[in-house]
């Protein structure tokens, strides 16, 4: 909860007036909002109400002034969303050590453990499961694993291996 805070704590004016605008963009009360105004515009410019007419049907001026509205406004999204990016990653970024600190403790004490069951003579009937959670994980060999699995389920690549195309059997089980 600190780093959510401190994170919303640094945010730049620009940022925060961005996020501002763009939360109350996305709101119901905006829409409403518009909805009388382009109303208001369309009445008046009928002519019907004895109020001179600016901008006569097709509306170019209530064009230009809608168009640039939405330049400015899908810009302050993009902006927001790329903070919100950049937070995910972070957070992302962050989980991963994490993972890997937890992955590498369990390694440990997983080894501990065979050493204590050595030591009192105990038997493992699984040793070749113990033996691969002994392993140490390195990151890089992960990634490379889930590389594979896309490519080998993607939409696109075949549903047989190629490896089992050519009657090798495939390695272990996804």
Known sequence: MRVRLRAFRDRTSHDRLAAG?????????????????FVCWILINTGRFGLPVFDPFPYGHLATAVSLEAIFLSSLVLITQ????????H??????????????????ALRMLHAIQEKLGIGNDAATVLADLEMET??????????????????????KPKNQEKGVPDGPAD
Do not use: C, N
């Not at 790329?82 to 990653?89: F, G, N, P, S, W």
């Not at 890089?140 to 694993?145: G, H, S």
């Open 138 to 159: 390195r990151p890089e060999d992960v990634l490379a694993e889930i590389a594979r699995v896309h490519q080998r389920f993607s939409p696109g690549a075949s549903a």
């Open 21 to 37: 605008i763009a939360s109350f963009s996305g709101s119901m009360f905006f829409i409403y909002l518009h909805l009388v105004w």
């Open 82 to 89: 790329k903070r919100l990016r950049d937070e995910v990653e």
């Open 91 to 108: 957070r992302a970024s962050l989980d991963l050590h994490i993972g890997l600190l937890a992955e590498r403790e369990l390694t440990q």
